[in-house]
């Protein structure tokens, strides 16, 4: 089956540094993507999200990219900062009657002082 | 009120114990989700009910069993559970079944004995 994965299951940046977070998908159908972040002891939290039809969306501090040719999707995080630290999920919804998310495996994003 | 509810935030059950999860959202979605996530993984989907009506069943054993007594409420029954079953239990809302956009609670973690 389509599948949403990770480059890599963790990363360790210096205060103050950006953070990439890298995210591949397979699905080509894929038409809906967002990034959450979960600290522990909690539910995921919604960052940002972003559809097939752009290929690069702003936030606060954040910013994804979407590469709909390679399939490749990526978070990056300004400045990032201790409250940072967390696990980031992909996820991604393809068109289709199921439409539901298919989240990737997460990685684990450290902010070092 | 953007946020959902979930109680307890911790439950510890016997293998012949029968308990129930709660979750409440206040937001007037009409979506409601049930996910089961594993240390270190990324969330499964369990359940979606649809304007209270069960649309999606991902093959959950009969020993989780869904309840939606209104579009505010969300309940998961649990009887006769395995130590296999121990994980963090999220629920979810959306606006609508195929919306995209999901806001998780803080969820309760489960550990049967």
């Known amino acids: 089956g389509e599948s949403v994965g990770l480059h890599l299951p963790t990363l360790s940046v210096q205060e103050g540094d950006n953070s990439i977070i890298n995210c591949a998908y397979s699905?080509?159908?894929?038409?809906?993507f967002i990034w959450y972040k979960q600290e522990s002891g909690k539910g995921p939290q919604f960052i940002i999200d972003?559809?097939?039809?752009?290929d690069k969306r702003q936030g606060q501090r954040v910013t994804v990219l979407l590469n709909k040719t390679v399939k490749h999707l990526s978070l990056q995080i300004a400045a990032t900062q201790p409250g940072d630290s967390a696990v980031y999920f992909c996820?991604?919804?393809?068109?289709?009657?199921?439409?539901?998310?298919?989240f990737g495996s997460g990685t684990q994003l450290t902010v070092l002082p | 009120d953007t946020e959902v509810t979930q109680t307890p935030k911790h439950l510890v059950m016997g293998m012949t114990n029968k308990k129930s999860l709660k979750c409440e959202q206040h937001m007037g979605h009409r979506a409601m989700y049930w996910y089961k996530q594993k240390a270190k993984k990324p969330p499964e989907l369990m359940f979606v009910?649809?304007?209270?009506?069960?649309?999606i069943n991902e093959s959950v054993p009969s020993r989780f069993s869904p309840e939606c007594p209104n579009s505010s409420l969300l309940n998961l029954h649990l009887h006769a559970l395995q130590p296999e079953d121990s994980a963090l239990y999220l629920c979810a809302s959306s606006w609508g079944q195929l919306n995209e956009k999901l806001f998780f609670g803080s969820g309760t973690q489960l550990s049967v004995l």
């Open positions: 009910y649809s304007y209270e009506k069960l649309s």
């Open positions: 699905n080509s159908a894929s038409d809906y």
């Open positions: 996820a991604e919804k393809s068109s289709g009657s199921a439409r539901q998310l298919t």
């Open positions: 972003i559809r097939s039809n752009m």
